[in-house]
């Protein structure tokens, strides 16, 4: 059984597109995340949820917004696509919603705009 | 304020040699520390972590880093480099004071045979 699953594993859009991506956890976990990497490799976190409340939420733009409908669900929908929005999403959890708990990762969402 | 610098965006070493990617960080509370692994096309996995314990942690396939206060560093080790050691390497910081987490830039260490 996967502990961290993404869909979809590849998406290719075109710009202006408004499009999701589904994050689920198998592990009993309270905590979770959204991380983009870009194709330097950099990462950074985007967002955290704890129990469904939003505890984390970067620099990022408004049109990234995350959704918590159970603390087993975390996902990423994404208005008015940008070319700069290409890159690799992962997400991930852990248990508890302190900092210093190890992050379980999904095996990324490989996002492209055209 | 925390940050954490990785010296070397690539590393390269024979199989059989000694593995050291450096990580320094800059912090002014304790932090809490961490090497992830990626292997090619997949998400990240934990190596091994600090937590105000022990200074040298050993974390899994052999690895291990040791946590200096003094030089702000926690480099990561391996006595013998194995071919399935070849990926990217991460290091974090996390602060809970102020919730916040970082990751270094990577290191791709590449294994010779």
């Known amino acids: 059984d996967t502990a961290v699953s993404q869909t979809p594993k590849y998406l290719v859009t075109q710009m202006g597109n408004d499009k999701s991506i589904k994050c689920e956890q198998n592990?009993?976990?309270?905590?979770m995340y959204w991380y983009k990497q870009d194709s330097k490799k950099f990462l950074k976190i985007m967002f955290s949820?704890?129990?469904?409340?939003?505890?984390i939420n970067e620099t990022v733009p408004n049109r990234f917004s995350p959704k918590s409908p159970d603390k087993a669900h975390l996902n990423l929908h994404i208005n008015s696509l940008e070319l700069g929005d290409s890159a690799v999403y992962f997400c991930a959890s852990s248990h508890g919603g302190a900092l210093a708990e190890t992050q379980y990762f999904g095996p990324g969402t490989r996002l492209l705009v055209l | 304020a925390q940050s954490v610098t990785q010296l070397g965006s690539h590393v390269s070493v024979s199989e059989g040699a000694l593995v050291l990617l450096r990580c320094n960080y800059s912090s002014s509370v304790p932090p809490y520390l961490f090497w992830y692994v990626q292997y090619p096309n997949q998400g990240l996995q934990l190596l091994l972590k600090y937590t105000s314990a022990a200074t040298l942690v050993k974390g899994i396939n052999g690895f291990e880093a040791e946590f200096k206060k003094s030089e702000t560093s926690f480099h990561l080790t391996k006595p013998s480099a194995h071919m399935s050691d070849a990926a990217e390497y991460f290091c974090a910081v996390s602060d809970v004071n102020f919730n916040k987490f970082y990751f270094g830039s990577g290191t791709k260490l590449n294994v010779k045979p």
């Open positions: 592990l009993g976990h309270d905590t």
């Open positions: 949820y704890n129990n469904k409340e939003l505890i």
